[in-house]
């Protein structure tokens, strides 16, 4: 097949195994789009309190599925089947979470208004949005612009990662055996070019994005000169997680783990960057070592459960093998090395490996069980180093005072602000984003029902009522009138003779 082919089937594998998972066709993106633009108006129609039961009847298909969902998701993505069944939950639970969130945050307001009318202020959908999901939270990340935006009377069209497709299609599903009309919520199977067309489609109201900065940057200079499409961008980080003085070693050995390591370090929230106070140092690296060496990698079934599975595929582990041996290669010192058992499928043990002597040290998200250490004299040396990086969505300190965590929270640049606890889980009863190059100031997660409609100000009567008090020639308009009397009486009279 030559460069210039068009793509026309899209197959997924099995991470873990090889194994032939899925594969449909490319989907066209013109005949999706129309359909979603004719659904529109009888979908924004509806009362919303008919949209609101739908998406609940959804969250039931999802519970009397879960089982084989999250299967599913653990055979594509790769993750444990455990972890995969907690995505299932967040998946359920996302539908009451918006529901609570598109009532506050776009709930209507009423005043009084000049001569005794009345001003409102209520929310609108934008029309046709384009969801353009990850491979790392198939069901979940996308689901959380899915939700908000059919509340909101949007319709979707979801484009899944060619690399994660049976899941969406089964989420896209479940919406429809719910009974959520099919061209109000559909499936658009492809790769780049596809979402590439999306994006520019011109009956595309907004897009919704979670995925890599090159991608989402992408994205935004693409819509540069459209101003009227409305963009949501998140797009992961170069993360600190920042280690003061404690006692609790055992405890930030198992936070800088957790925030390190979980889902192979495949979220955008995780740490790649631990950063140590010199009086630290020695204690936490020997611990999280310790704790990272009996960490099991496996396959997503495996019995006892793993606590992480492979990474995507074998691109993503040469990769980060690339990366590694980059680091090592320019100053940086192995703690942990990362390893890979099967050049043939995409395991990798953690790696642990200290860059304070980088000269230069690489400002990209390394997305996979790698986390890069730094030696620091003092916290403020730490926040620096926190702040050296153009992302800016989560960052986690460990220890400290409640005074070092109040300087923590306000000099650090990200969205997402922790003190002892992981840089990852972020709830969804709050808002999930960042800036720079982690995102474009429009957070997801409860905020969502920010960017899934519009406000719209009103001032309101029953009947016309108004008056022109100043700057009329009141009388020229008089006279004029007195002469059109006149001239209407004489006529009159003129008839009568």
Known sequence: MSNTEPVTEIVSFEPATGAELWRGAVGDVDAIVARARNAWPDWASRP????IELCRRFANEVLKAQDQFAELIARENGKPLWEARTEVETVMGKVDISVTAYAERTGQKKFDSALQGTAAVRHKPHGVMAVLGPYNFPA????????PALIAGNTVVFKPSEKTPAVGEFLIGCFHRAGVPSDVIQLLIGGPEEGKALV????INGVLFTGSAQAGIAINKRL?????????LEMGGNNPIVVLDTPKINDAAALIVQSAFTSAGQRCTAARRLVVVDSMYDAII?????????????????????????VIDNNAADQLMESFLYLLSHGGKAIKHMQRPDNDKPFLSPGLIDVTAMKERPDVELFGPLL??????????AIAEANYTRFGLSASLIGGSPQDYNKFWANVRAGIVNW???????????????????????????YAADYCAYPVASTEMDQPRASIGVGLREERRRKRRDVQDDEATHTAARARL
């Open 372 to 381: 890069q250490v730094i030696r620091v004299p003092d916290f403020a040396a």
């Open 200 to 203: 520019a489609h011109r009956d």
């Open 286 to 310: 020997d611990e999280v070592k310790n704790l990272a060496d009996r960490i099991v990698f496996d396959e997503p079934f495996a019995n006892p459960a793993p606590f992480m599975g492979c």
């Open 48 to 51: 919303l309190a008919n949209r």
């Open 420 to 446: 002892n606890r992981p840089t990852n889980g972020a709830s969804s009863k709050a808002p999930f984003g960042g800036l720079g190059l982690s995102g474009n100031h429009r957070p997801a997660a409860y």
């Open 140 to 147: 979940h990340l996308p689901n959380g612009h899915i939700i």
């Open 224 to 232: 540069a000169g459209n101003p009227g499409k409305i963009l949501a």
